[in-house]
Nanobody
Framework: QVELVESGGGLVQAGGSLRLSCAAS????????MGWYRQAPGKQRELVAIITSGGITNYADSVKGRFTISRDNAKTVYMQMNSLKPEDTAVYYC????????WGKGTLVTVSS
């Protein structure tokens, strides 16, 4: 079992920055990749960025050049979000792929225009 706890969400003006963090605990040895998804009101959950245990990253086209995913150990993953836009407003969820897919409870990011 893996538990994920997100932090770092909040309210920011358009053009601003936020840094999300996700701390994993439990059976972290089983994790092969971690990522961030988001779900805006009335929309489906979508992949934002992912990083593998080998450090390979992938981003949604909508955030390329603005968001950066990173990890400092097997337990913590970050996402630096710059040049935020109102359309980035969503609940952001941390995800870990291991024996199964694990999810955090989410953190709200609100970008005002």
């Amino acid at each position: 079992q893996v538990e994920l706890v997100e932090s770092g969400g909040g309210l920011v003006q358009a053009g601003g920055s936020l840094r999300l963090s996700c701390a994993a605990s439990g059976s972290i040895f089983s994790i092969t990749a971690m990522g961030w998804y988001r779900q805006a009101p009335g929309k489906q959950r979508e992949l934002v960025a992912i990083i593998t245990s080998g450090g390979i990253t992938n981003y949604a086209d909508s955030v390329k050049g603005r968001f950066t995913i990173s990890r400092d150990n097997a337990k913590t993953v970050y996402m630096q979000m710059n040049s935020l836009k109102p359309e980035d407003t969503a609940v952001y969820y941390c995800n870990a792929l291991g024996a199964t897919s694990y999810w955090g409870k989410g953190t709200l990011v609100t970008v005002s225009s």
